[in-house]
């Protein structure tokens, strides 16, 4: 199989970002891709190859048939000891390189969670009845207000990727397998919340603020559109690509053994947020003003943050972040790699609503 500058690894969500920007006239004729899923179904128009992970099967055949590939992007988490070293290193052993030929590079989409060191919880994925669904909400609710306690008792800081992290989560145990190969290079881009697309974060509000008390210690969100996730993928291999501008150099220096976060810049407040969607009442395309004289109500999570203000003494929203407690400052990334996101703020869209009145 012909050889390809980055192979997807499981052509999900983010792919229908990524693709649609590589197959754009500013990329496609610099960078040539192939994608996998479980089914081999097409994604973007683009049809993909058949491939599943099984790290229990130690069958390397379904590795072996991936073409060959200068970037490898995993976008399924790897969890625990041994799955990413099975993945890189089998991949390693079935397409041997030539001596010039620089190691096979790995980007692993990771999770900012592992820098939620406070209040953290196991979760039961098995988690299938409205039940046992709801047993997780609360248990999440009762983690949520044991970490919002304990970061009381600290002084506030901006959380960045050189924070400590909870180096026992599964997947961070994963992650730095992956950074510290000495048979492949590894680097990890942590996403924070995503969004855009299929993604609405107002599709979150029936599981996230269930109840009063579960919204009483929801604090910070942080997010990250899917094009600006694509727009990091490409930028990272085009970087390391242009040999006029010290490619290799870059990636020794920015991508190899690195972990990186990713965020729009924003940190949000969920209170502010369910108080901007208390009222969701428009349709699409609805002008300004339309609708008038209808009788609107608020939603009945606006109406409990309204108390919890009451009763927590809070003023006015946004709250402050030395308030909310937990706060990332993804700053470096942007900065290093020449980028600035171009889907940030989330939320009620004032914007569009002002430029209405305007016309």
Not at 6 to 28: D, E, R, Y
Not at 38 to 62: E, H, M, Q, W, Y
Not at 63 to 68: C, D, E, F, T
Request: proline share 5%; with cysteine.
């Amino acid at each position: 199989m012909e050889g390809v500058d980055l192979l997807i690894l499981g052509a999900g969500w983010t792919a229908t970002f990524l693709i649609p920007l590589l197959q754009s006239p500013s990329h496609s004729d610099r960078l040539t891709f192939a994608a996998t899923t479980t089914n081999g179904r097409p994604v973007c128009g683009v049809d993909t190859i058949p491939f599943r992970f099984d790290p229990s099967l130690k069958d390397p055949s379904a590795i072996a048939s991936l073409p060959r590939a200068r970037y490898i992007l995993i976008t399924f988490p790897l969890t625990g000891e041994g799955q990413s070293k099975w993945l890189t290193e089998t991949y390693e052993a079935t397409h041997p390189r030539s001596q010039s030929q620089n190691k096979y590079r790995f980007i692993q989409f990771g999770s900012t969670g592992v820098w939620q060191t406070e209040g953290r919880r196991k979760r039961h994925l098995t988690a299938s009845t409205p039940e046992e669904k709801q047993a997780e909400r609360e248990a999440q609710a009762k983690a949520e207000a044991e970490a919002a306690a304990l970061r009381k008792t600290k002084p506030f800081e901006f959380t960045t990727r050189h924070s400590p992290y909870l180096t026992s989560d599964p997947r961070a145990v994963a992650e730095d397998e992956l950074r510290k190969s000495e048979v492949v290079d590894g680097m990890v881009l942590s996403l924070s919340g995503l969004w855009g697309g299929s993604r609405d974060p107002k599709n979150w509000v029936g599981r996230v603020a269930f109840s009063k008390e579960a919204m009483r210690h929801k604090t910070s969100l942080h997010m990250i559109h899917g094009l600006d996730i694509a727009r990091a993928v490409v930028k990272i291999l085009e970087a390391c690509e242009d040999e006029e501008k010290g490619g290799n150099k870059k990636w020794e220096e920015s991508g190899r053994g690195q972990r990186w976060m990713l965020t729009d810049g924003f940190v949000y407040d969920w209170w502010s947020l369910l108080m901007g969607w208390a009222a969701d009442e428009k349709e699409e395309g609805e002008e300004e003003g339309e609708g008038e004289g209808k009788e609107v109500q608020p939603s009945e999570q606006a109406k409990w943050v309204m108390e919890l203000m009451e009763e927590e003494g809070v003023q006015a929203l946004p709250r402050s972040m030395e308030l909310m407690g937990r706060a990332y400052d993804s700053r470096e990334f942007w900065r290093t790699w020449g980028l600035v996101p171009v889907k940030a703020r989330i939320g009620p869209m004032l914007l569009r609503s002002s430029a209405s009145k305007m016309r």
